[in-house]
């Protein structure tokens, strides 16, 4: 299945259904930051949910996860354009044993410490376009299921709510096999609970039931809503999930420019320049002895 975010209404239901695939995108993620299948796993799970907030928020969300299992913690940043970043704190985390047709991903192991599931907070900053300033609302992390936090996160911060699920089939050939998620919200003025009671039943196999079977976005669509009988599908927006960095040469040059004239004299003279690496993306920005101590001019 390509890679798609797909958002859609059915006004008769008073149901708004966004559904994102990210399959390629994880994959690539995982092969820039080099990661094990189980940090590639958890780290896939939160790249689609923050595509899913980007989207629903039409803004720019990032989410910060900090738990006491193994994982230790994530960082994802997504727009709504479909460009996503993140990394894990823990990259070598091979995860619970996988089998030899696919699976689903179990994320407990990794995010929560055994026979302890309370520990851990979950934030989300939304930076909207424009002159609407910045939010960042912070909750509890509990139960070792990132889709039912942010699921708290909709309840609480949005009048008409909002489930997400997120779901990873892997296997022993196949650590990232199938990625997706899904957010369902209720449309303005519809009752929120119509899309409330949704979400349990996916976020406990439903949508991986759904994910096993589909073909794409729109499939998975029509089949998570099938059982709804929900009315006629309009279509509101489809986006293409890419793999996107902010970090450039200039923004590495402005952070140089706060380590003080001092200090980038003697990274001139002592180490011989200075090479940085972008946490988000691995690419290498190299500055020279002559470049490091024109930055440090006044």
């Known amino acids: 299945m390509a890679d798609q975010i797909l958002t859609m209404e059915a006004p008769a239901s008073g149901i708004r259904l966004s559904v994102c695939i990210a399959t390629a995108l994880s994959r690539e993620a995982a092969a820039r930051h080099g990661l094990a299948p189980g940090s590639a796993a958890a780290l896939a799970q939160g790249l689609t949910a923050g595509l899913?907030?980007?989207?629903?928020?039409e803004a720019r969300v990032d989410v910060q996860l900090e738990c006491n299992g193994p994982l230790r913690g994530l960082l994802v940043d997504g727009d709504e354009t479909g460009a996503v970043r993140g990394l894990v704190r823990v990259t070598t985390l091979e995860g619970p044993p996988r089998t030899p047709r696919p699976s689903r991903f179990d994320p407990r192991p990794l995010l929560a410490a055994p026979h302890d599931e309370r520990a851990g907070m979950i934030s989300v900053l939304r930076a909207p376009r424009g002159p609407e300033s910045a939010h960042r609302a912070a909750y509890p992390f509990a139960g070792a299921d990132l889709g039912a936090a942010l699921t708290l996160f909709l309840r609480s911060e949005r009048e008409e709510g909002g489930e997400m699920a997120l779901e990873v089939l892997c296997s022993q050939d196949d650590p990232l096999a199938s990625v997706a998620g899904v957010l369902v919200a209720a449309l303005p003025g519809a009752d929120?609970?119509?899309?409330?009671?949704l979400g349990k039943?996916?976020?406990?196999?439903?949508?991986?039931t759904a994910l096993a079977s589909a073909d794409g976005a729109s499939g998975l669509a029509h089949a998570?809503?099938?059982s709804l009988d929900p009315g006629p599908l309009r279509r509101i927006s489809a986006l293409e999930p890419r793999f996107g960095c902010r970090c450039s040469r200039e923004r590495v040059t402005r952070a140089l420019k706060t380590v003080g004239a001092l200090e980038l004299r003697e990274m001139a003279d002592e180490d011989g320049g200075a090479r940085l690496t972008c946490d988000f993306c691995g690419a290498d920005y190299r500055f020279t002895p002559a470049e490091l101590l024109e930055i440090a001019q006044p």
């Open 201 to 208: 039943p996916l976020r406990q196999g439903a949508l991986c």
């Open 192 to 197: 929120a609970e119509r899309a409330r009671v």
């Open 52 to 57: 899913l907030l980007a989207a629903y928020e």
């Open 224 to 226: 998570l809503l099938h």
